[in-house]
């Protein structure tokens, strides 16, 4: 079997009844809106997240959707929000405006601000974002979180417990906006439920170059571990070199990363150690080997670990139109909630009915990097918790 047979089936869309003639015609065309930061503090996620999409959808198309009589194909458009939530909304306005009924947004401050607007026009939001009730909930059955974000806590938190003895206390650094707010709320909630104590709780301004204040009132704290949260990009790399330069000695865990970016800012000797969650380094199966070769012939290295993050969210659209055999943002939501699939990682659904009240947010394992010798080395992956 081909890889992108092999890539498609495993999207649920399947082609074995189309004749040479029908899976060769000419196909209709889906249109899928793409916000997302190109340039400024996101840029690197941004970049990897549009090449990797781009790639999916590539094997989708060479295959096509088949929906009763008509096969279809998806098309991605690009829109540079900057990380700025004003541009996204601008953005997403355009897009709906054009008819436009499929969006995929990258980041909190991007996709919270817009969700109000695509549920009012019945259409499918898939965010990779942190959020809560304000982005998933009853109120917005057509939006769904396609990686992991605040929620991973769930599963790291218990982790950190068993795995580090001498952590007792914890400190917590976000941005502060939509994405930092909720990443605190909810790290602090489960590290707490976990044993641990919550020993500070610090905001930055997204994009700032002085983090020494900031790291400042963190260290004055003593935390055994400081949970960078919500904290993207290089804002990253700034506040892990502030701390260490201060004399911080502890812990740090950080998430969202381009690991090559993140040491070559911050330096390898500040880097050193960082827990990186929801972060895979190495292969771990064919599919994600696949990928990584992918990349490595057409870009060269590094690999960019978010990558392997992006990755399944075309095929779950795919999945969805064909489950639903329907175009309408509505009836392919219908179809998507609950459900399971294999992935990129292995099992996947969309769950967290218990605590959001829809089953909207993806549910995987987790898998956890280190920072050894100014490289990510693969620690472990943590099973997905069976009570969440």
Same mark, same amino acid.
């Given at each position: ?10 999207? +649920? ?7 040479? &003639? ?5 196909? =209709? ?49 690009? /829109? ?38 695509? &549920? ?19 109120? *917005? ?8 974000? #605040? ?41 707490? =439920? ?6 500070? #709780? ?25 949970? *960078? ?16 330069? $201060? ?7 950080? +998430? ?19 827990? $990186? ?53 509505? =009836? ?5 909630? +609950?459900? =399971? ?14 605590? /959001? ?5 993806? &549910? ?25």
């Amino acid at each position: 079997m081909n890889v992108n047979r092999r890539r498609v089936l495993l999207a +649920g869309v399947s082609v074995a009844a189309l004749g040479a &003639t029908q899976a060769h015609a000419q196909a =209709k065309v889906i249109a899928v809106g793409v916000s997302l930061p190109l340039t400024g503090p996101g840029a690197a996620t941004g970049i990897t997240t549009q090449r990797t999409l781009e790639r999916g959808v590539e094997l989708i198309n060479a295959e096509g959707i088949q929906i009763g009589p008509d096969r279809y194909t998806l098309k991605l458009s690009f /829109y540079d929000n900057k990380y700025v939530p004003a541009e996204a909304v601008t953005i997403v306005e355009k897009m709906l405006a054009d008819g436009t009924r499929f969006l995929i947004s990258l980041g909190s401050g991007n996709s919270v601000p817009v969700v109000a607007k695509t &549920t009012a026009v019945k259409a499918l939001q898939m965010s990779y974002a942190s959020g809560k009730a304000h982005l998933t909930s009853p109120d *917005f059955p057509l939006s769904f979180r396609v990686a992991p974000t #605040n929620e991973t806590a769930y599963a790291v938190y218990p982790w950190l417990r068993a795995t580090y003895k001498d952590v007792q206390k914890t400190g917590h650094m976000n941005p502060s906006d939509e994405a930092g707010f909720t990443e605190s709320e909810d790290r602090r909630m489960i590290a707490e =439920k976990n044993g641990f104590t919550n020993v500070a #709780n610090e905001y930055f301004k997204r994009g700032s170059t002085d983090f020494y204040p900031v790291a400042t009132r963190l260290v004055n704290a003593k935390p055994d571990l400081i949970d *960078f949260g919500g904290t993207i990009g290089r804002d990253q790399s700034l506040g892990c070199k502030a701390l260490r330069e $201060l004399g911080y000695k502890g812990k740090i865990m950080l +998430g969202y990363s381009d690991a090559k970016s993140f040491v070559e800012v911050a330096g390898a000797d500040a880097a050193e150690g960082t827990l $990186l969650f929801d972060t895979l380094v190495d292969p771990q199966n064919a599919q994600q080997k696949e990928l990584q070769d992918w990349w490595l012939k057409k870009y060269g290295p590094p690999f960019p670990t978010f990558a392997y993050s992006a990755w399944d969210t075309p095929f779950i659209l795919a999945m969805g139109l064909k489950k639903a055999q329907s175009t309408d943002p509505v =009836k392919i939501a219908e179809a998507l909630r +609950g459900a =399971k699939w294999d992935g990129l990682y292995g099992p996947e659904a969309f769950g967290m009915k218990s605590v /959001y009240g829809i089953d909207t947010s993806i &549910t995987r394992a987790i898998p956890i990097a280190v920072i050894k010798g100014g490289k990510p080395v693969q620690l472990t992956t943590v099973p997905w918790p069976a009570d969440v």
